[in-house]
């Protein structure tokens, strides 16, 4: 039952922020090298987020690899969809995919 | 308890037969790797399948005693 508690939190977080980047630390102070390369990515695309820090919550923090089916943190979702973590984001940055996608998510500020 | 380049190679390849590793130390440490592994079976299948596929080729390392393996991947 706490999984199913911890899953419909994360759900409705992720449901209700366009982007949301759960990751260690926060976006002014990272605590870990890939979750402020997350971080960088999504500032230098100028994107608004929301950020979920899973340090402060180790529920949300165990519970949203399971969420995704996905070992690492951080962890990106875009319009209720899990994008990817840090790499992805890196490959899809590199590519003028995640830029593309901001642009169409109408996410810019 | 780090991971040696080799066996990070070997449990991706057993798990891919197919697929062309390429491990990187980054740091010289034995603890921070990169992993580019490019695969035909990985046609057609989203990033984040991909990155799926190579994290359970390592059966549950990753995020444990594997903390920092950056990993790209590819199908040709």
């Known amino acids: ?109 | 308890m780090a991971m040696a380049a080799d066996d990070i190679e070997a449990m991706i390849r057993a798990g891919i037969p197919d697929a062309v590793v390429e491990i990187t130390d980054l740091a010289g440490d034995g603890d921070h790797y990169a992993a580019r592994v490019v695969s035909p079976s990985f046609a057609g299948l989203s990033r984040v399948k991909q990155h799926k596929a190579v994290y359970e080729t390592l059966g549950g390392r990753m995020g444990g005693e594997l903390h920092a393996l950056q990993l790209t991947t590819a199908a040709s």
């Open chain 1, 1 to 109: 039952m706490m999984t199913d508690d911890i899953n419909a939190r994360i759900d409705g977080i992720v449901k209700t922020n366009k982007v949301v980047l759960f990751m260690k630390g926060s976006p002014l102070f990272p605590q870990c090298g890939f979750s402020s390369r997350a971080i960088a990515i999504l500032d230098h695309l100028n994107v608004t987020y929301e950020s979920v820090d899973v340090l402060q919550d180790q529920a949300i923090r165990q519970g949203i690899k399971g969420y995704s089916d996905w070992p690492t943190i951080p962890q990106l979702y875009v319009d209720g969809e899990f994008l990817g973590g840090s790499d992805i984001m890196m490959e899809m940055y590199e590519s003028g995919e995640l830029a593309a996608l901001f642009a169409g998510a109408d996410t810019a500020q």
